[in-house]
């Protein structure tokens, strides 16, 4: 399934109504849908059904929306003021009886006078506006998608390389599982024999028990194994289908949690060393879930 970053860009230009349209969309990163239109007055109107559109095809990223018409191309009314281009006529008229001169009004003269020729915005657009404009919307929409799955599909690369090196890790800590607490007891052991002295009267076996109790304080088998499990699952969402940035986000703090809990727990420097590793490389995981839908 496509992956989809949230960092996107997009611009489109089509007929809406007879005129020309540039509709531009641009995102980046967000918690949420965070979204900003900006449209001409005339086509105001259609802001909630463009609002509609954009949610049913994104889920996250703060997105913003501008929607104009390409120059010169703004769609207008040219209408002549009939009253007052009459009266200008029969003023014209009058005047030219009162001071007996021949000839009648120029239509050039007519036009020229202020506000005989009146240009302003069309009526409201229609039904058939409303889907033209959101046919372009989705195509700016398409344009958008697709560059943020290119994005995306290289995020989703460079998290399972990522991915693949914690593995590694995480394994080489399995491995050495074994030997840190064999040397987590010989050294409790020794410690105590030097403490007691030989002519302790500690029984043995009780000192035993006393030692397997610390060793099982420091063991980390069971941080590795929800470490492992947090993994397959950070794996199995990257896999899947819908929105997933949320969800790796948080796999990715459960991860942290353990690995955390581990270091802790562990008394060796090895051990500790490679949880040092781990975390630094969840970071620059956590850094690239971040921009993903």
Do not use: C
């Not at 009058?94 to 001071?99: R, V």
């Not at 021949?102 to 889907?131: C, F, M, T």
């Amino acid at each position: 399934m496509e992956v989809f970053s949230m960092t996107g860009y997009s611009r489109v230009e089509g007929e809406v109504g007879g005129a020309r349209l540039t509709i531009e969309v641009k995102s980046v990163n967000h918690r949420y849908l965070d979204y900003r239109l900006k449209l001409p007055r005339e086509l105001s109107a259609f802001e909630a059904r463009l609002t509609e559109v954009l949610r049913k095809e994104l889920a996250r990223g703060r997105v913003e929306v501008y929607v104009d018409y390409a120059s010169a191309d703004r769609p207008a009314a040219v209408r002549w003021n009939e009253p007052l281009a009459r009266g200008i006529v029969e003023a014209l008229r009058a005047m030219g009886t009162a001071l007996s001169l021949p000839g009648e009004p120029d239509l050039a003269l007519l036009a020229a006078q202020k506000d005989v020729i009146v240009s302003g915005e069309r009526g409201e657009p229609g039904e058939a506006e409303a889907e033209e404009l959101s046919a372009l919307f989705l195509k700016a929409l398409a344009g958008l998608k697709a560059m943020r799955a290119k994005e995306g599909a290289a995020l989703a690369d460079d998290l399972k390389s990522r991915m693949a090196q914690v593995e590694a890790w995480t394994r080489a800590l399995e491995e050495k599982k074994a030997e840190v607490n064999a040397g987590i007891r010989e050294r409790l052991n020794r410690r105590l024999t030097e403490l007691l002295g030989p002519d302790s009267r500690v029984e043995p076996d009780r000192l035993a028990a006393e030692v397997a109790i610390l060793v099982d304080r420091a063991d980390i088998t069971e941080e590795l194994v929800r470490f492992g499990s947090h993994l397959k699952q950070f794996r199995s969402v990257l896999a899947g289908a819908g929105p997933r940035g949320r969800k790796l986000d948080f796999i990715l703090q459960e991860l942290f949690r353990e690995i955390n809990t581990a270091s802790n727990k562990s008394q060796d420097a090895g051990v500790s060393a490679v949880a040092v590793d781990i975390k630094t490389e969840l970071e620059k995981i956590r850094e690239q879930v971040q921009n993903l839908e």
